[in-house]
């Protein structure tokens, strides 16, 4: 009879024994070690640590052959696991390869109790979803999500399968699916859809998309809340379809303008005192939450790099309508979750710092509870670097009580070339947290619209959100080195100083080569600084083969840095090129061409043995995608076109040195130009973007390394 009621209170407690596991944070932190580490480690124990005023802390202690990780949270966990395998171990995992293997005797190491300042750790631009995601699968991801949770990633963007959960609620406005369809772009194109900017480009999309969308989003999600990270979803914003606002011709829609692109591409946008804003936000919510599930963060953003549409020497009006546009998105959140919190990018702020006055922003947040709200203040970069104006928090004391994270956009893109201010990665963030005007700051972020590149640069911003001291970063680039390359020689040391000095003391929206725009573009003026400093230490670099060249990670750094270097001195012939062509010296504008075009080819030929930095990568993805021929080839010619031509004014916006972009598309499209063919050359980029399913993958080089060294010895001789 005991054994019977045994076993019943074991049935009745089972779903309370699952629960506990479910919320156990080392179980999935064991597992991502599990997938890292490919070898389940037993030498690993895991430990729960009280959380001190909602903020996350970790411990290190490795004794004996066994490493004890403690923390108040999953990413607390993996963070964990992360700075003990760089800084005992001297290994690391980044997007261009995981060279983690724990040696068989652990080595001792003893960290103390080390606390985040920051309770919100955030990562992604709703740009990257455009410019490095859009064709990402499940196994992609999933390597992506480990990434992030070692870097200690708690408040990810998650907006993948919006446009499926958009076309539900449009269809219960009574749109046809046509309709529908015509008012969504290409998946490269997306995020900008998203933000309203653009409208058709490059579409439509499928029922087929939708629902990989939807399979892939489950997967995401589930992972994410699995990790205990906060995923961002998508809110309505107000932009509607074309075939909405004709439905209704009593409403006084608003029609915005960006980019260059035709008025029947832009946003039309509901007026905030439409019915129609509350009832469409709570749809939105209420059909993602029954997709997905209950969320807390929700994105919205209602004018990015957009005017509205007033007069802009009447202020009251301006700030009544920002009000109420401000009201109205705060409402239609909160109506399909009344627990949910506004996400807002707060780029457009300093981007229109003119239009964003302190009278404009106070009114647009006055509407809603300081405790609903949190801004992303995207680009605390760009101020020192382009704007040339305070921080924005620091001209909106702190954002006016609202919830704010600092953040950074070091990417604009997916541009590669290397640029970045490390020094001001490693210190501006502490710097706020000590600011009397800081208001409520409350997290930390990198916002990159792409991702696979300076990875130096997320490295630093990661460990920049577990410290309120800032970093010195003579100590830090030595580390980093120990841990990419397995030493840090002296030639080394000269050439991170080198490198420190130039690409890496600086930071510009357009890093670009000459050749990569073919003539100077004087509405984005490229800039860079791959310069002699720099060429000096990617020799430096280089003379380190003999002793590191067996690691991979060092071969994947000297192909890298040596392209670029091939790259900017080809752009010196290259501007000599078209210097003489100027002045019609057309055999000497030749010759410098000749030279330019023979360093780029073989800055192609070496790319062919770079993890990332390969066209061919890029393009099986978007195939990979389509379920028909046609929709493969459909969106290999998406996927071309973002890197290329964009559309309206976005030209060569997203300059990449890839391997056989070089080769295919920069090198023809400049010889183009010095032929007698240059008024055929928009046509001939159309072609090369609809050119589908013949881009040849280049084999790496036996021996890249040697080659490195052979052809710049040459071209310093």
Request: include cysteine; glycine fraction near 6%; proline fraction near 5%.
């Amino acid at each position: 009879m005991f054994r019977k009621y045994r076993l019943l209170l074991l049935f009745l407690l089972l779903p309370q024994v699952f629960l506990a596991a479910d919320n156990d944070i080392t179980v999935p932190a064991k597992r991502v070690l599990d997938r890292i580490l490919e070898v389940p480690e037993n030498r690993i124990v895991y430990k729960v640590l009280p959380r001190q005023e909602g903020l996350d802390a970790f411990s290190i202690s490795c004794e004996n052959n066994c490493l004890t990780l403690s923390g108040t949270s999953t990413t607390a966990l993996t963070y964990a696991f992360y700075t003990y395998v760089r800084n005992a171990c001297h290994v690391m995992a980044t997007w261009s390869g995981n060279n983690i293997k724990l040696p068989k005797q652990l080595p001792n190491y003893h960290s103390g109790v080390i606390n985040s300042p920051f309770k919100l750790r955030y990562f992604l631009n709703v740009c990257t979803f455009g410019y490095t995601m859009p064709y990402w699968d499940w196994e992609r991801w999933e390597k992506e999500l480990d990434l992030m949770a070692l870097h200690g990633v708690n408040m990810p963007l998650a907006s993948v399968a919006s446009e499926a959960i958009a076309e539900r609620v449009w269809t219960r406005m009574g749109l046809s699916k046509a309709q529908i369809r015509e008012f969504f772009t290409g998946p490269a194109y997306l995020p900008w859809h998203r933000m309203g900017n653009l409208n058709q480009w490059d579409g439509p999309l499928s029922d087929a998309w939708h629902k990989q969308q939807i399979t892939l989003q489950h997967k995401i999600i589930s992972r994410m809340r699995e990790l205990g990270m906060h995923p961002i979803a998508p809110a309505f914003a107000g932009f509607v379809p074309k075939a909405f606002a004709k439905k209704h011709p009593e409403i006084n829609f608003k029609h915005l303008r960006w980019g260059g692109f035709a008025d029947s591409l832009n946003a039309y946008v509901l007026p905030p005192e439409s019915s129609y804003f509350k009832q469409l936000g709570k749809l939105f919510i209420e059909e993602w939450e029954r997709e997905f599930g209950e969320n807390t963060y929700y994105l919205s953003d209602s004018f990015n790099e957009m005017k509205l549409p007033v007069n802009p020497n009447d202020e009251e009006e301006k700030c009544r309508l920002l009000a109420e546009y401000g009201k109205a998105i705060y409402q239609s959140i909160n109506a399909g979750n009344p627990h949910a919190i506004w996400v807002t990018q707060g780029w457009t702020f300093g981007y229109q710092h003119d239009f964003w006055n302190r009278k404009s922003l106070s009114a647009l947040l006055s509407q809603v509870p300081n405790d609903r709200m949190i801004i992303i203040d995207l680009g605390n970069d760009y101020p020192k670097w382009v704007w040339h104006t305070e921080q924005t928090w620091k001209r909106h004391n702190g954002f006016y009580g609202k919830q704010w994270i600092f953040s950074y956009v070091p990417n604009f893109g997916g541009k590669t070339l290397l640029t970045g201010d490390l020094e001001m990665y490693a210190t501006d963030a502490s710097l706020a947290l000590s600011a009397a005007n800081k208001g409520n700051l409350v997290g930390i972020g990198s916002a990159p619209e792409g991702l696979e590149n300076n990875e130096v640069v997320y490295e630093l911003l990661s460990d920049a959100a577990w410290t309120d001291k800032g970093i010195n970063l003579d100590e830090w680039i030595a580390n980093y080195c120990m841990a990419r390359y397995g030493k840090y020689p002296d030639k080394m040391k000269a050439a991170w100083n080198g490198f420190r000095k130039s690409v890496y003391s600086s930071l510009y929206s357009y890093p670009r080569f000459t050749w990569q725009t073919v003539i100077p573009d004087t509405r984005r003026k490229s800039r860079h600084d791959l310069n002699e400093t720099y060429f000096k230490a990617v020799e430096d670099f280089l003379s380190c083969a003999d002793e590191l060249g067996g690691a991979k990670f060092y071969q994947d750094d000297a192909i890298l840095f040596a392209a670029q270097y091939l790259g900017a001195k080809a752009d010196i012939y290259y501007e000599n090129a078209l210097r003489y062509g100027s002045l019609n010296k057309h055999v000497e504008a030749n010759k410098q061409l000749s030279k330019a075009i023979e360093l780029l080819l073989f800055a192609d030929k070496i790319l062919a043995s770079h993890p990332t930095d390969r066209l061919d990568v890029w393009i099986a993805k978007a195939r990979s995608q389509g379920h028909t021929p046609q929709e493969k080839n459909q969106y290999e010619a998406n996927a071309k076109r973002l890197i290329t031509t964009w559309g309206g004014h976005q030209e060569d916006y997203a300059a990449r040195c890839w391997s056989g972009l070089i080769k295919d598309y920069y090198i023809p499209r400049i010889q183009i130009y010095f032929s007698n063919q240059r008024k055929m050359l928009d046509q001939w980029e159309e072609n090369w973007i609809n050119k589908h399913g013949q881009t040849e993958k280049q084999l790496p080089l036996a021996n890249p390394l040697k080659e490195l060294r052979r052809i710049i010895s040459t071209i310093n001789h």
